[in-house]
Structure formats: structure tokens, C-alpha cells
């Protein structure tokens, strides 16, 4: 599957609370489905996923036009609209289509797999527990590395630490499968982010699988990365901006905030099974 010794990019993006990091992440899985590296230079668009988290703002992807919801098929949830008073307003799969939300249902990982497109996003609403959805992308990335498609594809993992923290005697096997996975995504035309606060929050043996480091504001340097790139400089970090290191090599890039045209004023939650949409404050 490797073309002419092109491989993927992987990455553990860190950074302190507050200081831009789910928007990075966000920015940069809109530049891979549309073709753009993180400098600018066009490439080879990508298919995306997403992990779509409790507090996400995914949802701009959809009025950008590259936004799919993956809804798990056969679940027990409802779909609720949240309001600022406290009033909730259940809602149908038809009211998603009147709010202009894309959407689709899946089996499993590989269903996802096989759902993938070339510019769009996919953000996966899974409402299992942690260990269970550690499991679930586990068995996804095993998916995507066997996928007979020559196209790319890019994986955005938010708070990656939820699912692939420090292990415990339950979850070593199902971690080290979800870390297995990792390694071979550069040779399987896979680019991939886990975003965390600090490179300890996750599971050690990702470490070593993962040779890009891109630090915002406050990140911790990590054990062995270049010694040219100072903890001052990372701490003195503007939130539009980040470092990126590769072995002995680093350099800073710049990036816009989401476009207020692209914002949705409600957000989509999890929670006990349950899928809910909730309006922000303003």
C-alpha cells in the first residue's frame, strides 16, 4: 500500500487547558480533508475521523460542508435539544436534516471504514464506556490499516488520554492492540493526532510510536525531544501558535481561529446512551 515511500504523519499534540488546542486539532483535520499541509503547500486530500467528544465543536465541520455524524446503528438513545433555560425539546433524525447536519448510521468499525470519503469528516458519537471505546478504536485501526483503498486518510483523537491513559491490569491487552494499530498507520497512508494536556496523560508505549510533537502553550517537553527547543519557548507560546519537532528538527506555524460564519450556536453531548444537542451560550 506504501507509493513510492510516501508514509503518515503522526502526532501527540499537547497543551494546557485554554490555550487553542481543540482548535488546532479542529484546524488541521479541515486543512487534510480539503488538501492544505499545516504551511500552506496542497497535497492529496484526505478522509477523516473524528472523535467526537462531550464538549467537541465538530460541529463547524458540518457548516463548512465536510462534517458526516456517525450514529451508532440499533442503539437506545434520544435526541435531545438543550436549551439555556433548562428546557429540552426532543428532536428527530429529521430535524438533524432541517439543521443541515449530515449524518449516517454504523454497524461498526469496519461500517465506518467503509463509509469514508475523500474530503469529508466523520465524527463518531459512541456511547459505550471508556474501556469499551478504547476497544472500539482498537478494532477501528485494525480496520483502516487492512482497508484495500489507496486513498488517505486522517485520524483526530481529542483528550486521548480518556482512552489511552496510563493502562490498568483491565486494559493493557486492549491499549497495547490500540498502540499496535498506531504503528503501522505510517506505512498505510494514515496521518493521525492525539491530542492531550501533557505527553504522560497517555499510555507510555505510544510514546515511542509517535514521532511528531506539536506543543502549544505550556505543554511539557517530552523525554529526549531536541534540547534546541527550550521549555521557555514552549511556555511563551501565543495561542495562535504551536511547535512542531521531528527528531532534531523544529519549527513554529501559526493558525487562524474557526471563521464565525463556520460556528454552530448548540453542541452535540453524550451522555448514559443518550445524544444530546446543546444550544452555547452567547
Known amino acids: 500500500m506504501d507509493r513510492g515511500g510516501e ?125 469499551e471505546e478504547t476497544k472500539f478504536y482498537a478494532d477501528l485501526f485494525e480496520a483502516l490499516i487492512n482497508r484495500r483503498s489507496q486513498d488517505w486518510v486522517d485520524v483526530s483523537i481529542d483528550e486521548a488520554g480518556d482512552i489511552l491513559g496510563p493502562y490498568t491490569g483491565d486494559s493493557w491487552l486492549v491499549q497495547k492492540k490500540f498502540i499496535d494499530g498506531t504503528a503501522d498507520f505510517r506505512k498505510t497512508l494514515i496521518d493521525s493526532r492525539f491530542g492531550c494536556h501533557a505527553y504522560t496523560d497517555l499510555d507510555q508505549r505510544l510514546w515511542a510510536k509517535v514521532p511528531y510533537h506539536i506543543y502549544k502553550r505550556g505543554a511539557k517537553r517530552m523525554k529526549g525531544e531536541t534540547p534546541k527547543l527550550k521549555q521557555e519557548t514552549i511556555n511563551n507560546t501565543q495561542v495562535n501558535e504551536a511547535w512542531i519537532t521531528y527528531g532534531a528538527f523544529f519549527d513554529k506555524f501559526t493558525f487562524p481561529d474557526m471563521k464565525p460564519e463556520a460556528r454552530l450556536n448548540y453542541r452535540l453531548q453524550t451522555v448514559a446512551r443518550r445524544f444530546v444537542v446543546q444550544e452555547e451560550k452567547i
Open 7 to 131: 508514509g503518515g504523519h503522526n502526532a501527540i499534540l499537547m497543551g494546557i487547558p485554554g490555550q487553542g488546542k481543540t482548535t488546532l486539532l479542529e484546524y488541521l483535520a479541515v486543512l487534510a480533508a480539503k488538501g492544505v499541509d499545516l504551511f500552506g503547500e496542497k497535497r492529496e486530500p484526505k478522509a477523516g475521523i473524528w472523535r467526537a467528544r462531550r464538549h467537541d465543536k465538530y460541529l463547524e465541520f458540518f457548516h463548512l460542508g465536510i462534517g458526516r455524524l456517525m450514529l451508532p446503528q440499533g442503539s437506545a438513545y434520544t435526541l435531545l435539544k438543550v436549551f439555556d433555560d433548562g428546557r429540552q425539546e426532543e428532536i428527530t433524525i429529521d430535524d438533524l436534516e432541517e439543521e443541515g447536519l449530515d449524518y449516517a448510521f454504523y454497524a461498526g468499525p469496519k461500517d465506518i471504514v467503509d463509509k469514508l470519503e475523500v474530503g469529508k469528516i466523520l465524527c463518531i458519537l459512541f456511547p459505550g464506556t471508556k474501556l
